[in-house]
């Protein structure tokens, strides 16, 4: 196969801002992903680029060329949660939901990635 597979796990962010960064830079080739994550302002852009790198050096150790891969595959999943109390008035209690995600991304050869999609739309 000619795909790089990164996950990261329990990532301290909530899935919800975790794919709005995810989903700019699904499709886009590997150059222009990591230019918008570096620029970005979002919290989530640097635990995505982080993960983008690990997947970039995973597709050079299996001598991958990396200049013609894009980022095929996106997606985030929900991590574990943390469950917090906060007191209220008269003696009640409020819950605190700590939200975690699980990030994977595939990196696959543009051609790779046109024969699916033409697989796909059936043409």
């Known amino acids: 196969m000619t795909q790089s597979i ?25 150059l222009n992903a990591t230019d918008w ?17 690990s997947a970039i050096a995973n597709a050079e150790q299996k001598n991958l060329d990396i200049d013609d891969m894009c980022v095929a ?8 949660v943390l469950k917090r109390m906060r007191p209220r008035a008269r003696g009640r209690g409020a819950k605190i ?19 699916n999609l033409k697989k796909r739309s059936g043409t």
């Open 37 to 53: 994550l570096k620029f970005s302002t979002k919290k989530a852009a640097t635990l995505v680029e982080k993960t983008l790198k």
């Open 73 to 80: 595959e996106i997606y985030v999943d929900k991590g574990m």
């Open 6 to 30: 990164a996950k990261a796990k329990n990532l301290r962010i909530s899935p919800q801002k975790l794919r709005l960064v995810a989903d700019k830079i699904r499709g886009q080739g590997i």
């Open 97 to 115: 939901l700590k939200l975690s995600s699980h990030l994977t991304i595939i990196l696959a050869h543009l051609d790779q990635m046109n024969k």
